[in-house]
């Protein structure tokens, strides 16, 4: 298939503009981090609508490496649309390579857009890591 210039440019353009944004910085202490976040998720949980973003905030401890992932909706439903879920491997294997987790079922954008705004998913691992997943 040949894609036009025009076609790239328009699709550059589309997300320079549409605020996604991945951001990761080191911080040594992610708590004042986590905590802003969970009272922007707070402020949205119960508000009718629909989501319009999707916000993802990861913390590694072993690295000090705390990532931001900030993705407008139309654009995870067009990522979604094209992506093949047959390939990602979603295990979480230890050190030894035995697998810890494995996701027994995909879960479907509409399920999340359900869930309605506010926070999706908080996780924080003995290890010290730290996942939470909000709507807005």
């Not at 992932?69 to 990602?88: F, G, N, Y």
């Not at 294997?93 to 697998?99: I, Q, S, T």
Request: glycine content about 6%.
């Amino acid at each position: 298939m040949k894609t036009s210039w025009l076609t790239v440019g328009v699709a550059v353009a589309s997300l320079s503009s549409s605020a996604c944004l991945v951001q990761i910085t080191h911080v040594r202490d992610p708590r004042p981090i986590f905590k802003e976040a969970r009272l922007e998720a707070s402020r949205y949980t119960g508000r009718p609508g629909p989501a319009r973003q999707v916000n993802v905030l990861v913390w590694s401890p072993d690295e000090g490496e705390l990532v931001r992932v900030s993705v407008p909706m139309w654009l995870v439903r067009q990522a979604v649309k094209r992506a093949d879920w047959d390939e990602i491997d979603l295990r979480d294997a230890d050190e030894d390579g035995h697998v810890k987790h494995i996701l027994k079922r995909r879960i479907r954008l509409e399920e999340i857009e359900k869930a309605g705004l506010g926070t999706l998913v908080e996780v924080e691992e003995e290890e010290g890591e730290q996942v939470l997943v909000w709507l807005r």
